[in-house]
C-alpha cells in the first residue's frame, strides 16, 4: 500500500501562488473525518448539576428566588401618544438620526394640567 506523496508547502508570500494553485493545496490537505472532540472531562460539579437531584434542587432555588423576590416582569417599552398631555417629571426626547441632539429635561415640579382637561 503507497502513502500519498506528501502536499508542498505553501509559499512564505500567498501571492506566489495562483487561486487553482491554493484550491488543489486545499483539496489536498483536507482531511475525509474531523477526530471526534474528546468527551469533558468528569468534574464533581458536572456530575451534580447533571443529577436528577442536581436538577430538583436547581428547580427549588428558583422558585425560592419567585417567593422571596416576586416574579420578575420584563418592563414595558411604553410611548406617549399624540396630544397626551406632558405631566410627567421626567421629558426625553431622542434623535435616532442624530443622538447627539436627543435631550433630557428635568423638571421640578408637575405642571399643572389647564382648565377643561
Known amino acids: 500500500m503507497d502513502d500519498p506523496a ?8 500567498a501571492d506566489d501562488w495562483t487561486s487553482e494553485q491554493w484550491i488543489d493545496w486545499l483539496m489536498t490537505t483536507d482531511v475525509e473525518d474531523p477526530p471526534e472532540p474528546s468527551p469533558p472531562l468528569p468534574t464533581v460539579t458536572n456530575k451534580v448539576v447533571r443529577s436528577g437531584v442536581g436538577q430538583a434542587l436547581g428547580q427549588a432555588m428558583v422558585a425560592v428566588d419567585q417567593v422571596l423576590y416576586g416574579g420578575r416582569e420584563k418592563p414595558a417599552a411604553v410611548a406617549p401618544a399624540p ?15 442624530h443622538p447627539e441632539r436627543s435631550s433630557v429635561t428635568l423638571r421640578r415640579e408637575v405642571d399643572e394640567p389647564p382648565e377643561g382637561r
Open 83 to 97: 396630544g397626551e398631555p406632558e405631566d410627567r417629571l421626567l421629558e426625553l426626547r431622542l434623535d435616532p438620526d
Open 6 to 13: 506528501p502536499a508542498p508547502q505553501p509559499p512564505g508570500d
